[in-house]
Structures are given as C-alpha cells and as structure tokens.
C-alpha cells in the first residue's frame, strides 16, 4: 500500500508532466524552426486555440500574429504543427487549418492523420 508521502510525490511528477506538455502561446517562439518542422508548435497550439480569438481575423491580422503559413489559398491557410515520417512508422502530420471567407477565418481547426500500416 502506498503512503502519504508516495501519492504526493507521484501526483507532483505526473503534474510536471503534464505541465510541459503545454506552453503558452509566444508568436516568436510559434516561427521557431527551419521551414519544415517547429520545435514550439505542438506545445502551444492549445493555448491559441483557447485564448485567442482566431474566427473573425483578416488575413493580415493572422500573417500578424502566426507569420506566413505552409501552405495557402484562397479558402485556407495551413500552419504544420508536427510531422513524424521516420521508416518503420506510420506517418503522421498534425496541422492547424483556418478556414477564410472574404480573406476572414470563418473557422478553427486541428487535423491529425496517421497512416496505418496494413
């Protein structure tokens, strides 16, 4: 049976855990990378989401706050947030996806897809 002691030590470890899993939106640290992969995104796309208000922002209001995106058109705009492309695993890309009308996001999104192996 696990004392007192134990429990409070395992539920700090399993809070730093999942601490660093997260990290606040920071505009210069969501462009950190070489083009292709970004070190920060992964772990600050939840705050944005959260507590920035992304639907109702023009097109120089997102270059603004985002940078350039990926991949673009008149319809959307595609930040990549993680990609795992290593043989012997499935593929995987995350990205964020905003939706524009009118140069306006009209939506939010995260799209996740692994390709599984048959």
């Excluded at 023009?58 to 985002?66: D, F, M, P, S």
């Excluded at 524009?100 to 692994?114: F, G, N, P, Q, R």
Aim: charged residues 25%.
């Amino acid at each position: 049976m696990l004392n007192k002691r134990t429990i409070a030590l395992l539920s700090l470890i399993i809070l730093l855990f999942t601490a660093c899993s997260h990290a606040k939106f920071d505009r210069d640290n969501w462009n950190d990378g070489d083009g292709l992969t970004f070190a920060y995104r992964n772990k600050m796309v939840e705050d944005l989401l959260q507590n920035y208000k992304l639907k109702g922002l023009r097109y120089q209001q997102v270059i603004h706050l985002l940078h350039r995106p990926q991949q673009s058109n008149p319809t959307q705009m595609i930040y990549e947030i993680d990609e795992v492309n290593k043989p012997g695993q499935p593929h995987y890309v995350k990205q964020l996806i905003l939706a524009m009308k009118d140069s306006v996001v009209i939506d939010a999104k995260i799209y996740e897809h692994t390709d599984k192996k048959k």
